[in-house]
């Protein structure tokens, strides 16, 4: 039986607001959410529903009625396939108040919280080109424009660097321009594109998973350090020294030049063993005259302009006056901890990566910081009865989780630590909602900032300083 088709149309719909993941908001003649791609609140505009929920519709627009005065032109030509830059088409001001809408939003709906007005949003001085990282994707079988399927000529060049088409992990956006990062990003993507193909160097097939170049990564840094890694789904020695030499022959200025031998089903390069093949095997970032070493797995902020701004706001919330002890979770390679090192007596930090840590501890001996201790380890286990027996409870608590937030478990031990002060950096305030819920019993919020630090995107940081209330 043919499965009946429930697609709606619903017309000279105005939008009233920005949702989440980059979603616009609108409303059904029945009262419920349609959660609506490629529109700006303001617009008014008629919506085929993709799909239907006892609450809420997901739409697309397919006729623009009236454009919002908050529009503005997309600078990239693959605005609306790529989901790197959703809100291209929003102007820059209106995504700072809808980033600082949602902000507030969560701590109150999700969090059920309280808390004083919320600071400005901190906005980025560079709207383009910003990231100091990003990984693109090799495919056989690049995403077809429909132009191209109506073709009666059989497409011969299928082959595709770039980013996944948001929801389709088979299927890549071949880039010819990227506003992300600065050149010579462009440069290398498209000159690597180009002499693959020449040499006919197989693309990696997400379904088949065959192939030979499967993922490109490049990182920049504030110190004018470039690193490019590419990684391999096989090893072939001479196709990898073919392509890695005229890499390396043509762009002269990539300090630290890497390779991967992949041969798992997904991407990740935690567990993979890096190669140098030319170069460094790391580059350097500094921020107020710290330097950072950052290898191929290390975490640092994307935006390292922007990064500058959020840890000023880390170091004001703590309001370190020298004599304290610091905890700072999810350290990463210690960025944050040795930023406010000066200021504490001392700071330890706690991060899952091994790697990580040995950065964070040739960081500190780089810049000369004695009174910071790095510890590996699963949050859960290390923040324990042993850590605070051995260093004491700490004064103030940084605690910077991934987009997931923290674990119940770590939060119960937070309560039981009681840190005089908490400072949470989080990137995503929905789950950062939900983990200050569980601890308002306990404390209070002081302090809340919102940082931008993706611009054209719907993404916000977001910090918040708690205080423990007198119980």
Aim: net charge neutral; aromatic share 8%; hydrophobic share 40%.
């Amino acid at each position: 039986m043919r499965k009946k088709n429930t697609r709606q149309i619903f017309e000279k719909i105005p939008v009233v607001g920005a949702g989440a993941k980059g979603k616009s908001i609108a409303k059904a003649p029945d009262g419920r959410v349609i959660f609506v791609k490629n529109a700006v609140p303001g617009d008014v505009v008629t919506i085929q529903t993709t799909k239907k929920r006892k609450a809420y519709f997901e739409g697309i627009v397919t006729h623009v009625h009236e454009y919002s005065d908050k529009r503005t032109t997309p600078v990239c030509k693959h605005f609306g396939l790529c989901g790197g830059c959703k809100w291209q088409n929003m102007s820059y001001e209106h995504q700072l108040i809808f980033k600082q809408s949602e902000v507030e939003n969560n701590l109150k709906r999700i969090g059920h919280l309280e808390f004083p007005e919320v600071l400005p949003i901190i906005g980025s001085k560079q709207h383009f080109y910003y990231r100091n990282k990003m990984e693109f994707s090799f495919s056989d079988s690049r995403w077809l424009y429909p132009e191209e399927l109506k073709q009666q000529e059989p497409i011969r060049d299928k082959n595709a660097l770039g980013l996944h088409i948001p929801g389709m992990w088979d299927k890549v956006l071949d880039l010819n321009e990227c506003h992300l990062q600065a050149d010579p990003s462009n440069a290398i993507r498209l000159e690597i594109k180009r002499f693959a193909t020449e040499k006919q160097l197989p693309f990696f097939s997400p379904r088949s998973q065959e192939g030979f170049l499967r993922t490109l990564m490049i990182r920049t840094s504030s110190t004018g350090e470039l690193m490019v890694l590419l990684q391999f789904a096989k090893e072939d020695q001479d196709m990898r020294d073919l392509i890695l030499d005229h890499i390396r022959i043509t762009f002269p200025e990539i300090s630290s030049l890497l390779y991967v031998i992949n041969l798992k089903q997904n991407d990740t390069l935690y567990d993979q063993e890096i190669h140098l093949y030319h170069g460094s095997d790391h580059i350097w970032e500094e921020m107020e005259g710290l330097k950072f070493k950052i290898d191929a797995k290390s975490f640092y902020q994307t935006n390292s302009a922007q990064a500058y701004e959020l840890y000023k706001v880390v170091r004001d919330f703590a309001n370190l006056q020298g004599t304290e002890l610091v905890f700072d979770l999810y350290t990463g390679t210690g960025t944050i901890a040795q930023f406010i090192a000066n200021k504490a007596r001392k700071v330890i930090g706690i991060e899952v990566v091994p790697e990580a840590v040995k950065a964070a501890v040739v960081n500190a001996e780089v810049n000369g910081i004695s009174n910071t201790e790095f510890l590996v380890g699963d949050m859960k286990t290390v923040l324990n009865n042993t850590i605070t027996a051995t260093y004491g409870v700490p004064d103030v608590l940084i605690t910077d989780p991934p987009r997931e937030g923290m674990h119940k478990e770590v939060v119960e031990q937070l309560l039981a630590m009681g840190p005089k002060r908490i400072v949470y950096v989080s990137c995503n305030s929905a789950t950062q909602a939900r983990d200050l819920s569980l601890l308002k019993a306990d404390y209070e919020i002081l302090k809340v900032q919102p940082v931008d630090m993706f611009p054209q995107t719907h993404h916000v940081e977001n910090v918040v300083l708690l205080e423990k209330r007198n119980i």
